[in-house]
């Protein structure tokens, strides 16, 4: 996403963040919906410092406000993972996603889950795990994902394609390039037939594939597909 785009998010959740604040009587779970707000903008233009700063900030605050297991909870500590993963601080990225999974987990125990919630906190944790090489678990989450969103949504959703197109990046990764070939069509199918071709998912999805081929010297095959 651009610059552009993100310094011009950035004023109004300033300005709406002032104004809540100078209320004498706050909404306090409105203020900290700007402020999260915010350090997502702060965070989207490498901003790391103030964003995960903000971040921490928002997370001890909803915890105090809602309690250690609500959706509001869960959301900050994928945010703050996120931020400290682009931050350069992998381990404890790893440990707050690993945080924010165990408390979709837990809501989702109770009945209170989100599907979309829990598969994004996945994601990331399996993220943060290829950045260290720890395929196994990251393959095992990048799976569970998978299946969750058939589950939710059947076989030919983009939300499908989505994991198909990260598991087919592990499987890359991990050497399995036939796998990967696999998982990357999967996507490029479902995607094409939903989103249409001219989307930038399925331009993604298309550079992905390409990519492969062209890694694998199957070069006629990949002009096609990239033309």
């Given at each position: 996403?651009?610059?552009?785009?993100?310094?011009?998010?950035?004023?109004?959740?300033?300005?709406?963040?002032?104004?809540?604040?100078?209320?004498?009587?706050?909404?306090?779970?409105?203020?900290?919906?700007?402020?999260?707000?915010?350090a997502?903008?702060?965070?989207?233009?490498?901003?790391?410092?103030?964003?995960?700063a903000?971040?921490?900030?928002?997370?001890?605050r909803?915890r105090?406000?809602?309690?250690?297991?609500?959706?509001?909870?869960?959301?900050?500590?994928?945010?703050?993972?996120?931020?400290?993963?682009?931050?350069?601080?992998p381990?404890?990225?790893?440990?707050?996603?690993?945080?924010?999974?165990?408390?979709?987990?837990?809501?989702?125990?109770r009945?209170?889950?989100?599907?979309?919630?829990?598969?994004?906190?996945?994601?990331?944790?399996?993220?943060?795990?290829?950045?260290r090489?720890?395929?196994?678990?990251?393959?095992?989450?990048?799976?569970?994902?998978?299946?969750?969103?058939?589950?939710?949504?059947?076989?030919?959703?983009?939300?499908?394609?989505a994991?198909?197109?990260?598991?087919?990046?592990?499987?890359?990764?991990?050497?399995?390039?036939?796998?990967?070939?696999?998982s990357?069509?999967?996507?490029?199918?479902?995607?094409?037939?939903?989103?249409?071709?001219?989307?930038?998912?399925t331009?993604?999805?298309?550079?992905?594939?390409?990519?492969?081929?062209?890694?694998?010297?199957?070069?006629?095959?990949?002009?096609?597909?990239?033309?």
């Amino acid at each position: 996403v651009s610059r552009c785009r993100y310094d011009q998010a950035l004023d109004p959740p300033g300005r709406a963040a002032a104004a809540h604040a100078a209320d004498p009587r706050p909404d306090e779970a409105g203020l900290l919906d700007v402020l999260s707000e915010r350090a997502w903008c702060e965070h989207h233009l490498g901003e790391y410092p103030s964003a995960e700063a903000l971040c921490r900030d928002v997370l001890t605050r909803r915890r105090a406000l809602f309690g250690a297991v609500h959706p509001s909870v869960a959301w900050s500590q994928f945010r703050l993972a996120d931020v400290l993963r682009h931050a350069g601080a992998p381990e404890e990225a790893e440990e707050t996603a690993r945080a924010a999974l165990t408390t979709w987990d837990a809501l989702a125990a109770r009945g209170d889950g989100d599907d979309y919630g829990r598969a994004a906190a996945r994601n990331l944790l399996a993220s943060a795990l290829e950045d260290r090489g720890a395929y196994d678990e990251a393959g095992e989450l990048r799976r569970a994902s998978l299946d969750a969103m058939v589950a939710a949504h059947g076989e030919d959703h983009p939300d499908v394609a989505a994991s198909l197109v990260n598991l087919g990046n592990l499987l890359k990764l991990r050497g399995d390039r036939r796998g990967a070939g696999e998982s990357y069509r999967r996507a490029l199918g479902i995607l094409r037939d939903r989103v249409g071709p001219k989307s930038p998912d399925t331009a993604l999805a298309l550079n992905n594939l390409g990519a492969l081929y062209v890694g694998d010297r199957r070069l006629e095959e990949a002009e096609a597909l990239l033309r």
